[in-house]
């Protein structure tokens, strides 16, 4: 059970690093989206087009949110996996030790 426990601690601090650079990658985008349209870089006559000038200038900024956002979400299942793997050696454990009932 200690290797799922160390399992479990080296997830969480995965799956806290893939929230943090998360974070960083969306603030970036907001700061350069926010640059861009003072600075006069994404124009449009409605909200639709400066959305599309807002997504080709920036398109870096806005595949660098998809790439961190797909690391947390794989981070995430790491983590659920880790989670019911530590809950199963903690089951075969007890049965083991006699104290926990199969049904």
Known sequence: ME??????????????????????????????????LLSGVIVGKNAEE?????????????????????TLTWAWARLEMARERLSVAKIIQEVSNGNHQIR
């Open 50 to 70: 400066r959305e599309a000038h807002a997504r080709t200038t920036l398109a870096e900024q806005y595949q660098a949110v998809r790439v961190a956002q797909e």
């Open 3 to 36: 290797r799922e426990l160390e399992n479990l601690e080296k997830a969480l601090a995965e799956y806290a690093s893939a929230q943090i650079q998360h974070e960083r990658a969306r603030e970036a985008l907001e700061f350069a989206r926010a640059t861009a």
